[in-house]
């Protein structure tokens, strides 16, 4: 029983560099989205999607692009990783008509 | 003013003790309320929704008071096993199945 997958769990970039994060989850949920947590600050919306084809930005979505071609999949994609960057990525999903959400283990992310 | 404010603690309390979290959210028109669990390094989990007639499970019971516009949460005879830290969630009106995560509290039980 996987519920949400995140890959990699540790990735160390270079500042320019780009990188795609992985989630997928296997619940047949239609929302999913993608947070950051930096100490202090709790967890931020980047982005999210209602649905296969459908995505939208969240609280801080500047440097991060996301797509939703199947119901199963959503990847994180950095353009070009900046020290800003530096956090811990989740990726959750939320079942139909409930609020309750399941995460995946993180992403940590470090930019150098 | 940030829209879900909790008191980052750290609580450290002994074993057996009861001890309880406030958060306030800034949106009086929220409409659902959850609290999670988060284990140093680990992902957020759902621990309870809140309702407004108030709710328990087992030593945990949940309040909420919309016209004050807090949240509470009651641990009652508190295990070693619930240091963690208890992230303060709201669903504000109108954004779906969007959550607002408060930056949490942190539990650290005493033997």
């Known amino acids: 029983n996987a519920g949400v997958t995140q890959t990699p769990k540790f990735q160390v970039l270079k500042t320019g560099q780009s990188m795609t994060l992985q989630c997928a989850q296997d619940m047949n949920h239609e929302y999913m989205s993608w947070y950051r947590q930096d100490p202090g600050m709790g967890l931020r919306l980047i982005h999210y999607s209602v649905g296969a084809g459908i995505t939208d930005q969240g609280e801080v979505p500047n440097g991060y692009n996301v797509s939703r071609s199947t119901t199963e999949d959503f990847p994180l994609r950095l353009l070009s990783a900046a020290p800003s960057q530096t956090s811990v990525y989740f990726c959750a999903s939320t079942q139909t008509g409930t609020y309750e959400q399941y995460f995946g283990p993180g992403t940590r992310l470090t930019v150098t | ?111």
């Open chain 2, 1 to 111: 003013r940030k829209e879900v404010e909790q008191d980052p603690g750290p609580f450290n309390v002994p074993e057996g003790a009861t001890v309880a979290f406030n958060c306030t959210y800034s949106n009086s028109a929220s409409q659902s309320f959850f609290w999670y669990r988060q284990d140093c390094r680990k992902e957020p989990k759902l621990l309870m929704s809140v309702y407004s007639s108030g709710n328990e499970d087992g030593r945990f019971t949940a309040q909420l008071n919309r016209a004050s516009q807090y949240i509470s949460l009651l641990i009652r005879d508190s295990k070693l096993s619930d240091s963690a830290t208890y992230l303060c969630v709201v669903n504000p009106v109108g954004s779906a199945r969007q959550l607002t995560f408060g930056s949490g509290t942190q539990l650290t039980v005493l033997p």
